[in-house]
T-cell receptor
Framework: GQQVMQIPQYQHVQEGEDFTTYCNSS?????IQWYKQRPGGHPVFLIQ?????EVKKQKRLTFQFGEAKKNSSLHITATQTTDVGTYFC???????????FGAGTILRVKS | GAGVSQSPRYKVAKRGQDVALRCDPI?????LFWYQQALGQGPEFLTY????????KSGLPSDRFFAERPEGSVSTLKIQRTQQEDSAVYLC????????????FGPGTRLTVT
């Protein structure tokens, strides 16, 4: 079936270091959403990207959508312990009506 | 108002039992989704309702799984004759519009089949 590959699976960083997670699809996407899930919690919406090449920022978080609308990235500058959790990309395929979630990237921050 | 709520939060079922999981979406949200999340994995789509109409049930793993939303608000996911592989967290999400809108997730029901 349709898949969205997300890497890395896991990243452990020192507080203050940067973090990036990548999401890739073999097919063109209609849009891509990013969610954060804290340990023991449920996914919480962060942002949605729709346009080719789109870049959006939320404080220390930068989200990008590729020019071909097949990949996306989330970059966190100067991580803090509050950034801990699993970050999921969720893709809506062209002509699709359901979100396909990546496997997520687990972020651990060492203080 | 309140967010998405789900009940029960935890359910332990013996293999072969039937279970029913409830989801109360945000008031006024047209779309409702059910997902299954295994440990260490992302949510996997099960089914989607727009109001009371079930528009997509392609993710339901077998005919033991059944979902309904008879009045276009509360939804129930029923699993008949539970099996161990059904053990997972079942998440419900609602959205104000079509699936391209952001989804608001409930806390989930953790189902353990023994």
């Amino acid at each position: 079936g349709q898949q969205v590959m997300q890497i890395p699976q896991y990243q452990h960083v020192q507080e203050g270091e940067d973090f990036t997670t990548y999401c890739n699809s073999s097919t063109t996407l209609s849009n891509i959403q990013w969610y954060k899930q804290r340990p023991g919690g449920h996914p919480v919406f962060l942002i949605q990207l729709v346009k080719s090449g789109e870049v959006k920022k939320q404080k220390r978080l930068t989200f990008q959508f590729g020019e071909a609308k097949k990949n996306s990235s989330l970059h966190i500058t100067a991580t803090q312990t509050t950034d801990v959790g699993t970050y999921f990309c969720a893709a809506l395929m062209e002509y699709g009506n359901k979100l396909v979630f990546g496997a997520g990237t687990i972020l651990r921050v060492k203080s | 108002g309140a967010g998405v709520s789900q009940s029960p939060r935890y359910k332990v079922a013996k293999r072969g039992q039937d279970v029913a999981l409830r989801c109360d979406p945000i008031s006024g949200h047209v779309s409702l989704f059910w997902y299954q999340q295994a440990l260490g994995q992302g949510p996997e789509f099960l089914t989607y309702f727009q109001n009371e109409a079930q528009l997509d049930k392609s993710g339901l793993p077998s005919d033991r799984f059944f979902a309904e939303r008879p009045e276009g608000s509360v939804s129930t996911l029923k699993i008949q004759r539970t099996q161990q592989e059904d053990s997972a967290v079942y998440l419900c999400a609602s959205s104000i519009g079509v699936p391209s809108y952001e989804q608001y997730f409930g806390p989930g029901t953790r189902l353990t089949v023994t």
